[in-house]
């Protein structure tokens, strides 16, 4: 049972680069999150699907874009890299929605911008 | 005024110490309040939850959720080095798909 399962682990961009972040759960959950964390910001929501062909702006969706491509999977693209995109990226899961919001997270990517 | 503060630390204490984390929060729609913890290059897991004020006890862990000053704190017992991790609060409207974070607090327990 994979849980949450985020590739790549890490990359090295040079600014101006784009790429996919993909993400993909295994627990048949509605909704998919999209979070970077950064030393002395914690855990800042990118963005958000509640349920399949959905998605919503989080706090930081500048620089960003998703597409919730069926019930498993939801990416996240860098179009243009900047330094200030240097972080780590969370992707995670809920059953959806309600008070029962718990959510599951992958192992992260470690993103440099250079 | 952020909705969730959490002193990030970092919190040293020698092994078998009782350790008190806390959070407080200013939101009073507030029901749900679930701790995290995270390890080192490692993603948050959920370690408790408690719904509304009260106590919950899991083994070493107690959550404690005082609404009435919008305070939320985690004991642990008998802290053991495999304790050492950041622990997150994260409380939640239950009808909120976007859950609200602390910073979390950097946890250090020594042997």
């Known amino acids: 049972n994979a849980g949450v399962t985020q590739t790549p682990k890490f990359q090295v961009l040079k600014t101006g680069q784009s790429m996919t972040l993909q993400c993909a759960q295994d627990?048949?959950?509605?909704?998919m999150y999209w979070y970077r964390q950064d030393p002395g910001m914690g855990l800042r929501l990118i963005y958000y699907s509640a349920s399949e062909g959905t998605t919503d702006k989080g706090e930081v969706p500048n620089g960003y874009n998703v597409s919730r491509l069926n019930k498993r999977e939801f990416s996240l693209r860098l179009e243009s890299a900047a330094p200030s995109q240097t972080s780590v990226y969370f992707c995670?899961?809920?059953?959806?929605?309600?008070?029962?919001?718990?959510?599951?997270f992958g192992q992260g990517t470690r993103l440099t911008v250079v | 005024q952020k909705e969730v503060e959490q002193d990030p630390g970092p919190l040293s204490v020698p092994e078998g110490a009782i350790v008190s984390l806390n959070c407080t929060y200013s939101n009073s729609a507030f029901q749900y309040f679930m701790w995290y913890r995270q390890y080192s290059r490692k993603g948050p897991e959920l370690l408790m939850y408690t719904y509304s004020s009260g106590n919950k006890e899991d083994g070493r862990f107690t959550a404690q959720v005082d609404k009435s000053s919008k305070y939320i704190s985690l004991f642990i017992r008998d802290s053991q080095p495999s304790d050492s991790a950041t622990y997150l609060c994260a409380p939640n409207a239950g009808n909120n798909r976007k859950l609200i974070w602390g910073l979390g607090t950097s946890l250090a327990v020594n042997p």
């Open positions: 627990m048949n959950h509605n909704s």
């Open positions: 995670a899961s809920s059953p959806g929605t309600g008070w029962n919001t718990e959510a599951f």
